[in-house]
Each structure stands twice: as structure tokens, then as C-alpha cells.
């Protein structure tokens, strides 16, 4: 009969999916494969690996990830327009163990190939079998973040040594958040701590900003963001309407007077709570995949004006229907702009979401903290949203001018993988590093 949907497909191969593997995969390190055969087939060639899981290559593919096609830069020579004429006439296997091994294609009817060898490691981590790209989700999937889990912390003076910041990136990725403790209180101390990883992301607030409630006086204009204020954020993402929008971002506690009440930092895993909106109501789920919702950031009365939209659904799914991407930011969200018959369910399903992200649902997604001078929290904008409570003087006063005083910065998406990546690999083999180890979804809407 015809093969299953992609997503139920997925799902029956998690199941049965070796859990070793996944395990190797999930600590950070690199799988270790063995092959038990090899052989040619009309199409490619077929690979049974000592768990039994079988692993099928095309010739078209083989022919065009040879690793002689790549350049010393990593660039792929292949002209698009060749095609393969070869054909595989055999397999020889040398080496079996611990990713050292690899397979050697020997080729027939092309004067110019005769033959290419391919590391077995990188064989099976690019495998199409159900059983593989299983034990790759499982590699992937982020282990969801709960309102009792504890955050986890660094020490800023481990920062100063590059094993350090490699340890820190993997848990902002394991976990999507990680505090750093005792950073000096100084101007700036929270781009220094960025630089770490790239360079800071300049936005439409710069590139470093000052969260700190100012004190309303006559012909002064009204902050340019409600952040700048005593009010409480509703659970959200920054900057939602750009096309990428930031990846980290990082917020430096400077100042938090002890008479300040309220003004805890929250945060919750929209990764999490998509999965919750999926399994409580698979319908919404896929309206708020299917149906775009307005992104807009709409504000002449400031120094530089903007003018910024973007539309596009709160939840992204790839090929298999795993959440790649979630996009929630109320605050700055525009007029739907959708087919008349989706507009009911689009909010239907939109308060749904909303509910889950309520401090007050029974799902208890969020986690809280009052952050401490020193303390700088760092956390995945995609993955993460995050808010206030809002704050007030003791006894109901007006809050003084830099009571409470964050510093925050950004840092691009691809500058945080990129770095977190290259720290991994720097001691792994040349052959190894691609596809490499995996990483947890960031919800950069990568479809691996």
C-alpha cells in the first residue's frame, strides 16, 4: 500500500527507534557506528548497520556528496546542471568501528569516476531510513523546560576560558536560558559578556539598551517602549516583526532596590506550549500553523521612526510536523489579515495558546525570578517568550529614577550557532564535522 503520512511515519519510528542512539546523539558528543554489510543496488546502494537498521543511498546523492566535490572553503564544486550516468558496481568496507570506519562506491559507465570514499559516520547521520531520521529528531527535540525546573547558572569568571563559553552555550541550548552570576556591574559589562559570542546585534534600540522605569516629568516624551515603564509584559518575544528576528538575548541586572515590589523577570518554553495546544487540541494547533498573524512595530514619535510588518503563523512545523519555529508577541501584534472562513477559529485557537501562557494556567509553563545586581540572564528569544510583573515603590510611592535597571543587548542567531558549533568541532576530525553534532532546535525554523 502507499507509505504513511510523513508525521505518523515519524511517529511510529520514534517508538521503535534504538534509544542508544539517541542517547549518544543527546549528550553533545558523537555517535559511534559499526557496519555490518554493505552492497551495491540498481539505485545506489544499501548499508545494514549492527543494530539491524538498514540505510538506503541513491546514486544521484552519492554522486553529488562525494567529498572530492568540496572545496577546502566547505563549498560544494558540482555544476547543478550534471547529472549522474554512473552506476555503483560495489561496495568495499574498510575499518568497522567508532565512526573510523568508511565505505568506498566503486563506480562503472563514467571515464571519470572510478571511485569515492564515504566516512560511515557521515553516512548514518545523513541516512533517509524512518529509524535514523528518528533517533535524529530525538537528537533534536529540546527536553521541554517547566516551571519547577531550576534555571541554570554559570559563573561569570568561566567565561574568561573558551571551554567556559562553549559550556554556556550548550545549556542556553539545552534549556534555552542559563544566569550568569557575579557579572561586574559596570557600563557595558553586558555587551562584553555578548562579544563572547559575536558580535552585538544591532537593532531599532541599538546596540545595548537600558530597561529602566524613568521617572514622568513635563515635555519629556513617553518612553519608547512600555518596557521602559513600571507596567507589567504580558509573556512575549522581541522583535517579532523582523524577518530574523534576535537570536539571545541577553539582560544584565544593575540595579533592583530591595523597597521595589514585584518586577520579577518570567519566562516560559513556547516550545512546550505549542506541544501542550497539540495535544489538548490538535485542530488549533494546526490553525495556528496554517493561518498568518500580523507582526508589526508601527512608531513615528521617536527619534528614528519605524514602520515594520511581518506576517506569518505563531507555530512553523517541518516535513515530519516537529515545531521548528514559534512566533508570540501580543504586544505588537496588527489586524489579522485572513481568509474570512478562518477568522473565528484563528481566534479561537489564539486564545487557547494565550491560556497556556497565563500565569495563571494549570499548566505551569512559567517559571519566575527576581533578578539580583550581578545577575545577567541570557536566553533563546525564538524559543523562550518572556515578561514582568509589574512594579511599584514600598508603600505605593513612585519608583525612583533607576530603582530597577536591566542592560540588555542581542546577539544574532546565526552568530550564537555558529560559535556554539565551531566550539564543539574544533577537536573532532575534518571528516566528522558535517553534518556534526547535533544541537537542540533553536526555533530559527531550521526544517532538520
Not at 110 to 116: K, T, V, Y
Not at 228 to 245: I, N
Not at 297 to 306: L, M, N, Q
Not at 326 to 337: R, Y
Request: hydrophobic share 35%; glycine share 8%.
Amino acid at each position: 500500500g502507499p507509505p504513511p503520512p510523513p508525521a505518523k511515519a515519524a511517529a511510529a519510528a520514534r517508538a521503535a527507534a534504538p534509544t542508544t542512539k539517541a542517547a549518544a546523539a543527546a549528550t553533545g558528543s558523537l555517535p559511534a557506528v559499526e557496519i555490518r554489510s554493505a552492497r551495491a543496488t540498481d539505485s545506489g546502494m544499501q548499508v545494514t548497520w549492527s543494530d539491524g537498521e538498514r540505510s538506503t543511498f541513491h546514486r544521484e546523492w552519492l554522486f553529488r556528496n562525494r567529498l572530492e566535490n568540496l572545496f577546502h572553503s566547505g563549498q560544494n564544486l558540482m555544476d547543478p546542471t550534471e547529472r549522474c550516468h554512473a552506476t555503483v558496481t560495489s561496495v568495499t568496507q574498510v575499518g568497522a568501528r567508532d565512526g573510523g570506519g568508511s565505505l568506498i562506491v566503486h563506480w562503472a559507465d563514467d571515464p571519470n569516476l572510478q571511485s569515492s570514499t564515504f566516512p560511515a559516520l557521515y553516512l548514518r547521520q545523513l541516512s533517509h531510513s524512518l529509524g535514523s531520521r528518528a533517533v535524529e529528531e530525538a537528537a533534536r527535540k529540546p527536553k521541554p523546560l517547566m516551571s519547577s525546573d531550576e534555571i541554570p547558572t554559570v559563573e561569570h569568571a568561566s567565561l574568561q576560558s573558551e571551554g567556559g563559553v562553549k559550556a554556556w552555550l550548550e545549556l542556553v541550548n539545552r534549556h534555552g536560558l542559563c544566569l550568569v552570576k557575579n557579572v561586574p556591574r559596570e557600563e557595558g559589562a553586558v555587551s562584553r559578556v555578548a562579544e563572547r559570542i559575536g558580535p552585538v546585534m544591532n537593532t531599532i534600540y541599538g546596540k545595548q539598551f537600558d530597561v529602566v522605569a524613568v521617572r514622568p516629568q513635563p515635555q519629556v516624551a513617553d518612553p519608547i517602549n512600555v518596557a521602559y515603564s513600571t507596567l507589567g509584559l504580558v509573556m512575549h518575544q522581541d522583535l517579532v516583526y523582523y524577518e530574523s528576528p534576535p537570536g539571545l538575548q541577553l539582560l544584565h541586572c544593575m540595579r533592583f532596590d530591595q523597597d521595589i515590589m514585584g518586577g520579577e523577570s518570567s519566562l516560559a518554553d513556547a516550545f512546550h506550549a505549542a506541544e501542550i495546544l497539540r495535544e489538548r487540541d490538535p485542530k488549533a494547533f494546526a490553525t495556528l500553523s496554517r493561518v498568518p498573524a500580523t507582526f508589526q512595530k508601527i512608531h513615528y514619535d521617536r527619534p528614528d521612526p519605524v514602520h515594520l510588518q511581518y506576517r506569518r503563523p505563531h507555530i512553523q512545523v517541518n516535513d515530519s510536523g516537529a515545531v521548528i519555529s514559534v512566533f508570540w508577541a501580543p504586544q505588537f501584534e496588527g489586524p489579522l489579515h485572513a481568509p474570512e472562513e478562518d477568522v473565528e477559529e484563528y481566534f479561537r485557537a489564539y486564545h487557547l495558546l494565550a491560556d497556556i501562557f497565563d500565569e495563571h494556567s494549570s499548566h505551569q509553563v512559567i517559571i519566575k525570578r527576581r533578578l539580583e545586581p550581578g545577575d545577567l540572564l541570557c536566553f533563546n528569544n525564538r524559543r523562550m517568550v518572556h515578561g514582568r510583573t509589574p512594579f511599584s515603590q514600598e508603600g505605593g510611592g513612585t519608583v525612583t529614577s533607576g530603582g530597577r535597571h536591566l542592560q540588555g543587548c542581542y546577539v544574532g542567531m546565526e552568530t550564537y550557532i555558529n560559535r556554539l558549533r565551531v566550539l564543539q568541532h574544533l577537536e573532532i576530525a575534518p571528516e566528522h564535522r558535517s553534518p556534526g553534532i547535533p544541537i537542540s532546535r533553536v526555533s530559527n525554523g531550521d526544517h532538520a
